[in-house]
């Protein structure tokens, strides 16, 4: 299960706390809630400080958020090293 609790900061910044597994089948809910293709992805950030599990497509995923300007401001070292990312 994954849940998603979304913020916004004066209408610029969009965080995203994500809670729980990050499985490939609820890969379109976390699209929609970055508002993508609408909203950019350098106004997004993500609280992965939650997350338990990530497979292989959701680290794709995540990846490709990335990759195309979203920051992440928490992460577990599981998440982490799944995404090969240094912890914030």
Known sequence: ML????????GLTRT?????KL???WIGELESACGRPH???NQ???DLGGL???DAEG???????????TRVIACSGFV?????QEQP
Do not use: Q
């Open 3 to 10: 849940m998603i609790t979304r913020s916004e900061e004066n």
């Open 16 to 20: 995203l706390k994500l809670e729980g």
């Open 23 to 25: 499985l490939g089948p």
């Open 39 to 41: 909203i950019p992805l």
């Open 44 to 46: 997004v950030c993500l």
């Open 52 to 54: 338990t599990f990530v």
């Open 59 to 69: 680290a794709c995923f995540l990846k490709s958020l990335i990759r195309d300007g």
């Open 80 to 84: 982490a090293e799944m995404l090969h």
